[in-house]
């Protein structure tokens, strides 16, 4: 879905002066793109993914999952079996959504005739391939009989390596991703780390969310270590590690150090089983958020197929694990992110609407609207009894300006276009707000990051009163309005 304004910080079709770095408006690859392989449609074959030659990438995958039941545990986990008794018929199960799939090694199609895998059309875009057991792992724990979106039909599959090139995304060239595919989500189960273009694809996959609401859920790597270069460390995405804490974490080391990772975990005994999980609750939320919009395209709640909103739903829906405790001045816990994926909250607070700023009075919802530099947004909440605990999340996107721009290399004075991927993030905040009888003011809480695109505010318990919570932009200098998805729950005592 194309609706933004794009913003650029470098005109496009200038010619700029960049420092001592050749050939950037941003960083660029240290390696050529893959080479490109041709399209093709789901077919009886699955002969062979091109070798990975980039340097630098070492997929991480694991080996296939020995649970042939994968999913009757997990639907408990994460709230789906909740929501399918809450909801009946009605439960959304990703019907009508395109799924993407990218696979790391010599083989990268699930096995279309696994019997968890019926009725699926598993679409080979990267090329003739052979079955590989991880991506039939990988479909199963996703949209299988047994995941949390069995009513996937589509599924596009490619290799990391034709995905990354001219399959897809077109890192290394003046063009912007491939906009033939349907796919609204594309799960990857796969990491690399020390990747000379790591820059490059992370600002692509940012203006892919920013711009046509793609979004992408990728795996941390299993064990402990530093948060991987590809894919985790993007903005516009959602990191996921595992329930049992066996995934990297921590915060960013390119792209902006320091960034709170992963934003969720589900389960699985390894990330590239917990990863699709979430994949198919994104799945799960766009089928509904679908039919809100299709019900009235001219209704703000038509903006719930945003991917910020359905990232603020997640985490905002999410249960907090014991422990979970985010550092001083940090937004998510380093381990757990904003806690267990939750569908059946994230399907309440999107069934409360599109809320404008002012008297709020439902305990689930979410709004999307956009402030200018030095501004806020006040949301109020009065409980006249004691709650349970409450949680407000507000996630905003990472923007990339996108189009082609001519750039000089300062040595040589030669040209040359390049996408134009310099990147900007505006400055949000959150603040609660308590207000007694006598009109005073108290500031119960605050989420302040410098350097994260999400904020959240969790209480345990919610004493009654009169609350206001503020979305405040600051001065980032700026200017233009920026859009921001916040999703909320008070939980009855």
């Not at 399918?84 to 009508?96: D, F």
């Not at 019997?115 to 949209?143: C, E, K, P």
């Not at 390119?254 to 969720?264: M, N, Q, V």
């Amino acid at each position: 879905m194309k609706r933004r304004t794009t913003w650029i910080a470098i005109a496009a079709g200038s010619a700029l002066t960049l420092g001592a770095v050749a050939w950037s408006v941003g960083p660029e690859p240290s390696a050529a793109a893959p080479t490109a392989t041709t399209k093709q449609p789901a077919g009886p074959t699955r002969p062979a993914d091109e070798t990975i030659t980039r340097d630098g990438l070492t997929p991480a995958v694991s080996p296939v999952p020995d649970d042939d039941r994968a999913g009757n545990n997990t639907r408990r986990v994460i709230g789906w079996d909740q929501a399918r008794q809450r909801l009946g018929g009605a439960m959304p199960t990703g019907r009508g959504i395109p799924v993407g799939q990218v696979e790391a090694g010599e083989a990268y199609a699930p096995n279309a005739r696994d019997r968890r895998l019926r009725g699926i059309s598993f679409m080979l875009q990267s090329g003739d391939t052979g079955n590989s057991d991880h991506a039939s792992g990988v479909a199963r724990y996703a949209f299988g009989q047994d995941g949390p979106s069995p009513g996937v039909a589509r599924v596009h599959c490619y290799s990391v390596s034709n995905w990354l090139g001219e399959g897809y995304l077109r890192t290394g060239s003046d063009q912007p991703p491939d906009d033939w595919n349907e796919a609204r989500v594309f799960n990857h189960s796969w990491v690399a780390q020390n990747a000379g273009y790591a820059p490059q694809v992370l600002r692509r996959i940012d203006w892919l969310a920013d711009e046509r609401d793609i979004l992408c859920v990728v795996g941390l790597n299993n064990g402990q270590g530093a948060v991987p270069d590809l894919l985790a460390s993007g903005y516009n995405l959602l990191s996921v590690g595992t329930v049992a804490g066996n995934h990297s974490g921590g915060v960013t080391t390119t792209e902006g150090e320091g960034r709170c990772k992963p934003e969720l975990v589900a389960p699985g005994s390894l990330t590239s089983w917990s990863t699709p999980v979430v994949t198919g609750c994104v799945a799960v939320l766009l089928q509904e958020a679908d039919a809100l919009a299709e019900r009235d395209p001219d209704s703000p709640d038509a903006l719930a197929v945003r991917s910020e909103v359905v990232k603020a739903l997640l985490l905002g829906g999410a249960h907090k694990p014991a422990g979970w405790s985010p550092s001083d001045g940090e937004p998510l816990d380093r381990r757990w992110g904003a806690g267990i994926v939750d569908i059946d909250r994230a399907l309440l607070m999107l069934a409360g609407g599109n809320t404008p700023p002012g008297p709020t009075i439902q305990r689930y919802g979410w709004a999307t609207h956009a402030l200018p530099a030095e501004a806020d947004h006040g949301y109020t909440f009065t409980t006249t009894a004691d709650q349970g605990e409450a949680c407000f999340t507000l996630v905003w996107h990472r923007k990339v300006a996108g189009g082609t721009a001519e750039v000089r290399n300062n040595q040589t004075g030669e040209t040359r276009t390049v996408w134009n991927n310099s990147a900007a993030l505006a400055q949000y905040d959150l603040e609660l707000v308590r207000t007694d009888d006598a009109g005073n003011e108290e500031v119960v809480a605050t989420s302040a990051s410098a350097i994260d695109n999400v904020e959240v505010i969790y209480l345990r318990e919610m004493p009654a009163g009169t609350w206001t919570l503020r979305v405040k932009r600051g001065a980032d200098g700026y200017g233009i309005p920026w859009d921001y998805a916040l999703a909320w729950r008070i939980e009855a005592e």
